[in-house]
Antibody, heavy 119, light 111 residues
């Protein structure tokens, strides 16, 4: 059973970079898509992007200029970097993974971590 | 504004059946069978309950079922139980540059 756990700062200042890491265990890295999804307080889910175990990645257009997802297969972890953050980036950030495809449903999720953007 | 449109809320009594709709366009639901549904309880991570329109992951109750007609996908929950009270989100592949989109979510209240 794949297990995911997010980690990173809970508070980030405006204009700085939000950096989160997701550690995974219990399953193969090969053949899986590894993604980030966020949820502003009281609002719905927003898909941020994915990285495949091969290193290929893509992102939602609204964040594409500011976001990078990377993977370190030797450490069983993948990361999210979101640059030049504003208060609108305040959200619970989830890491998620799927053996299907990045658009075909995520059966595995981390517990989520709240990141607040504030000075 | 979400790319997929869901009703803000639905309700039903224990034992009844309810249906949650998710309306998209010909760029997503209308052209692809990559519709997923998630259940989210307050303070918890989403749980995948349907993928590829009508497939249930292992361990998900058969009270949950999915379907699609044209640009609209639907989630039906039969034999409503108190623990079904949660938010439900649909998701789909989209051939636009967004790639993967969620609906705005529907709050299910079990009366």
């Amino acid at each position: 059973q794949v297990q995911l756990q997010e980690s990173g700062p809970g508070l980030v200042k405006p204009s700085e970079t939000l950096s989160l890491t997701c550690n995974f265990s219990g399953g193969p890295i090969n053949g899986f898509y590894w993604s980030w999804v966020r949820q502003p307080p009281g609002k719905g889910l927003e898909w941020i992007g994915y990285i495949y175990y091969t290193g290929s990645s893509d992102y939602t257009p609204s964040l594409k200029s500011r976001v990078t997802i990377s993977i370190d297969t030797s450490k069983n972890q993948f990361s999210l970097n979101l640059r030049s953050v504003t208060a609108a980036d305040t959200a619970v950030y989830y890491c998620a993974s799927t053996p299907y495809s990045f658009y075909n449903g995520y059966p595995y999720w981390g517990q989520g971590t709240l990141v607040t953007v504030s000075s | 504004q979400s790319a997929l449109t869901q009703p803000a809320s639905v309700s039903g009594s224990p034992g009844q059946s309810i249906t949650v709709s998710c309306t998209g366009t010909g760029f997503d639901i209308g052209s692809y069978n990559y519709v997923s549904w998630y259940q989210q309880h307050p303070g918890k991570a989403p749980k995948l309950i349907i993928y590829e329109v009508n497939n249930r992951p292992l361990g998900v109750s058969n009270r949950f079922s999915g379907s699609k007609s044209g640009n609209t996908a639907s989630l039906t929950i039969s034999g409503l139980q108190a623990e079904d009270e949660a938010d439900y989100y649909c998701s789909s592949y989209t051939s636009t540059t967004t790639l993967c989109v969620f609906g705005g979510g529907t709050k299910l209240t079990v009366l």
